[in-house]
T-cell receptor, first 115, second 113 residues
Framework: DTAVSQTPKYLVTQMGNDKSIKCEQN?????MYWYKQDSKKFLKIMFS???????INETVPNRFSPKSPDKAHLNLHINSLELGDSAVYFC??????????????FGPGTRLTVL | DAKTTQPTSMDCAEGRAANLPCNHS???????VYWYRQIHSQGPQYIIH???NNETNEMASLIITEDRKSSTLILPHATLRDTAVYYC??????????????FGTGTRLQVTL
């Protein structure tokens, strides 16, 4: 059973298009995250949701809009894609309480290539 | 910005212990030391964390110095599957809602035959 899953695994698209990446976790966690890993392998947090409420927004362009329909899902919609958006996007989740101690479970990643 | 310093790369022979150091001289009293690793093309994987005491689990041991300014992750018997980038991260624990992990550049551990 996959704990944190993302779709699609690969996404190739043209500049200016709008695309979405989906994330689902079956761990019963309250908190979910989106991270971006660029070509230099730096991994940076973008957003975090706790029980469908946005709690971390790390100065990400407003072309990126996360949406959490329920606490098991956190989708990432990107408008007007730019070349610089090419990266691997990781979704993660954590228990979101004192037991979690930042033990975050990561998905397999979505490699986005903007042409 | 990451608050830790790690060597860029290390090599280890299979079957030997891999000792990965991390400096975190500006760590504050309520911050934990976390270790994650990222095997090529996969998502990061939690390994272990600690506050001030040494910790051990099925994957690794974490040794934190008494002044908490540095730590060492120990993989007791490294295998080829342990080849990965290892990240040492300093962060608060539970903050009431969510905690932010700030990944640095990590140490690329290469386990060889």
């Amino acid at each position: 059973d996959t704990a944190v899953s993302q779709t699609p695994k690969y996404l190739v698209t043209q500049m200016g298009n709008d695309k979405s990446i989906k994330c689902e976790q079956n761990l019963g966690h309250d908190t979910m995250y989106w991270y971006k890993q660029d070509s230099k392998k730096f991994l940076k947090i973008m957003f975090s949701y706790n029980n469908k409420e946005l709690i971390i927004n790390e100065t990400v362009p407003n072309r990126f809009s996360p949406k959490s329909p329920d606490k098991a899902h956190l989708n990432l919609h990107i408008n007007s894609l730019e070349l610089g958006d090419s990266a691997v996007y990781f979704c993660a989740s954590s228990q979101g309480d004192w037991r979690s101690y930042n033990e975050q479970f990561f998905g397999p990643g979505t490699r986005l290539t903007v042409l | 910005d990451a608050k830790t310093t790690q060597p860029t790369s290390m090599d280890c022979a299979e079957g030997r212990a891999a000792n990965l150091p991390c400096n975190h001289s500006t760590i504050s009293g309520n911050e934990y030391v976390y270790w994650y690793r990222q095997i090529h093309s996969q998502g990061p994987q939690y390994i272990i964390h600690g506050l001030k005491n040494n910790e051990t689990n099925e994957m690794a041991s974490l040794i934190i110095t008494e002044d908490r300014k540095s730590s060492t992750l120990i993989l007791p018997h490294a295998t080829l599957r342990d080849t990965a980038v290892y990240y040492c991260i300093v962060s608060q624990g539970w903050t009431g809602t969510a905690s932010k992990l700030t990944f640095g550049t990590g140490t690329r551990l290469q386990v060889t035959l």
